[in-house]
């Protein structure tokens, strides 16, 4: 059983607050160093929150919490997030 | 003749009273995992205190349940608005666990097997109130409910009974785990709905 999705599944909520489409947007793990496009992090839905995982060291990258009038951002994981104009 | 019509209106449930505000009701066990499930055998389990001294009392896994395993029926109450009452586990009580644990500290961190961490105060795993789990619903705890062992606070909501426990470190103030940084409650009461920061 895969227990996580890809990070597409990210898109709805980063939607909310980012103008652009933050799943093509490569970033940076604070972790490992890899570069890659959001959408290829493991995110795990089935938890309190948002869990987007690294695919190539597990750290987390970015969490999001809903708690229903508030949108709890993480990006701690992340050294930098690269934002289209 | 109010008690002849009364049988009409059909009979009105009363609010459970052991449910929390906003938690519903299940008879599963739903599965939540911020990250991947690790694998740990009862071989190789270790579980480890650490003081403020730095010192570590660590026990194995027949070390643990030579304490002394107990039978215990509560209620738990995940964040995620689900219940479930009367749920049959067995376990050791943190008492045990923390009989010959000196700490002047008031806080707790648990640590987990991949990385999890939850913030407790240490009173509330004392005094009845919190076990080491190795058992529910009648067997061995299953990798993904948290096996070999979890903590149990039902206290408490449920993200605080840590999966696949290895530890716990002695804080001298309540820092924030894993969830409670990225925006759940530091202490996390289901009857006071301290869901959210």
């Known amino acids: 059983m895969t227990d996580h999705l890809d990070g597409n599944v990210l898109a709805g909520a980063l939607s909310e607050v980012f103008t652009g489409d933050v799943t093509a947007a490569r970033a940076r793990c604070g972790g490992c160093g890899r570069m890659s496009v959001m959408a290829e992090a493991m995110v795990y839905t089935n938890a309190p929150g948002l869990v987007a995982r690294c695919a190539g060291c597990d750290q987390v990258l970015a969490t999001i919490v809903d708690t229903g009038d508030r949108l709890i951002l993480s990006l701690a994981g992340l050294t930098a997030i690269e934002l289209r104009r | ?197």
Request: glycine fraction near 10%; include cysteine.
């Open chain 2, 1 to 197: 003749m109010s008690f002849a019509t009364r049988g009409f209106s059909g009979r009105r449930r009363e609010p459970d009273t052991r449910l929390p505000p906003g938690q519903t009701l299940v008879q599963d066990w739903p599965v939540l995992s911020a990250g991947p499930t690790p694998h740990v055998d009862t071989a190789d389990w270790e579980f480890t205190i650490r003081d403020e001294t730095g010192a570590e009392h660590r026990w194995s896994w027949d070390e643990l349940l030579a304490l002394g395993v107990e039978d215990v029926t509560v209620d738990i109450h995940c964040v995620t608005h689900w219940s479930r009452l009367d749920m049959d586990w067995r376990g050791v009580s943190l008492d045990k666990v923390f009989e010959n644990v000196e700490s002047e500290h008031e806080y707790v961190m648990a640590h987990s097997y991949g990385g999890y961490t939850t913030n407790i105060p240490l009173e509330d795993l004392l005094d009845g109130k919190a076990w080491i789990a190795t058992e529910a619903d009648g067997g061995p705890l299953d990798p993904e409910h948290g096996g070999p062992a979890r903590l149990l606070v039902p206290h408490l909501y449920f993200w605080k009974s840590a999966k696949w426990l290895r530890g716990l470190t002695m804080m001298p103030d309540n820092d924030p785990g894993f969830w409670e940084q990225y925006g759940y409650h530091l202490y996390g009461d289901p009857w006071k709905e301290e869901r959210y920061w």
